[in-house]
């Protein structure tokens, strides 16, 4: 088991906020390093020395680099099972993972930083039509995320009682929802951000929590 963990990330990335859902659930220590996206810290010779793809985050583990978030969730579920963020049910874990894929690779790319600004700098297209691109993806993927939790067991959680990977990867980009853009959320994906916001693991890794968020 490792002995060490170190996270680099930035406070309002929402890949690195699921990581961070994730490390707090299995109640693992870790050290925390931030990057300043605004700045362009991620495109530095020393961070792409880490992540090639000069994206947030990675984690450092004894002797391994990881990158991609939805692999770093994979693998903290491999060696911390306890306490698993997938059902035991074959079906109702690929249900889980479908949901959480919904978020990090149908919506969640479209609505990233450099994304966005090509749109502008290069596609010449105003803030108004750059925002109304990333909006246009989540409401459609929101509303596909809320026929998929038709088949779940209820809530308060996208799958039941405890939080699962869906969870990890959804309460992101309900709170990037709500905050960014104002989107009026279904009642089921607002009762699930409802339970992340009582909940330890959730609030500890909220964006306004975290070391490198502005402060008052
Ligand atoms: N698929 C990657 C995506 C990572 C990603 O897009 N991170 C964003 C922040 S949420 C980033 O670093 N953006 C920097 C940029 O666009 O230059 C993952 O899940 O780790």
Redesign the pocket.
Known sequence: MPASLTLID?WR????H?TRIALHLKGLAFEHRTID?RV?A??SAEYTALNP?????TLITDGAVL????A?LEWLEEVYPVPPLLPADPAARAQVRAIAAAV?CDI??LG????L?YLRAEMGQDEAAATAFARRWIELGFEAITKLLVASPGGPWAWGERPTLADCCLVPQLYAAIDRHKLALSPRLAAIYAASETHPAFIAAHPLNQPDAPKG
Not at 67 to 70: D, E, M, N, R
Request: aromatic share 4%.
């Open positions: 930035y990335s929402g890949t690195s699921r996206l362009g991620q495109a793809q000069a994206l947030v985050p990158t991609q978030s939805p770093i990090a969640h790319p990233n930083l450099r994304v600004k």
